[in-house]
């Protein structure tokens, strides 16, 4: 994997990174099409997500590079094939990917629990004007510890790191069953709304983080945990 970019959490998550990298590289070597599309994309985000001219999914084809443009692999790899989810096989996912979007594998190989109820939740949002796009889903091993990585490289040391950047052996995005999405109108929406799908914040510094509790459509989510250190199940 080559990363040529400064790795930068401009959240503390563990959790953010790959559509920002993404998209820079993108603007490093993608089309002026693609280069437009991310822009447009990326100035309708900053703008907010309630306005009314935000109420269309984006159009993904748009955004997309070349693979090569993605750091998936080194050169030399073979094509990359859409069946498995190829193009982006450690499961980043590029701007206005959304829960339909199963043929990467960030968001195809997602627990069908929380990929269904994404799913339901997406299209209700929708209906209410709110785009729910998915800026990171299931994540490679590979992945998570680049991030992880990056974390370190950027905090000082690993155990710093650690407070903001699950291993790859705990990240609940790597088993498949967490989701980040795009934006306050979508992390809002479903904060209000995404208990009834069973979909929970889970963190309540990292407002983006829903995982999928089948128990919460008919009682309620659980009490989130302020950060991750207080979650036990990644101290693993
Ligand atoms: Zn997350």
Known sequence: MTLTSPPRHQRTDDD???RRRGV???LGGASLVALAGVGVALFSAQLGETTASHTEL????TVLAEPSELGTGESGDSPAS???GAENPDGRLQ???TAFDTEYAGIGKLSPGLRDALQAATRDAQSAGVSVMVNSGWRSVELQEQL??????EYGSKEEASRWVAS???SLHVSGDAVDVEGNGASDWLATNGASYGLCLTYLNEPWHFEYQAAASTNECAQPYADPTHDSRLRG
Do not use: H
Request: glycine fraction near 4%; avoid cysteine; charge should be negative.
């Open 58 to 61: 984006p159009v993904q084809d």
């Open 148 to 153: 992880l990585q990056d974390a370190v490289a």
């Open 168 to 170: 790859p052996e705990t």
């Open 24 to 26: 820079r590289r993108l």
């Open 82 to 84: 859409e069946a498995d």
């Open 16 to 18: 953010q990174p790959p």
């Open 95 to 97: 701007f206005g990917t």
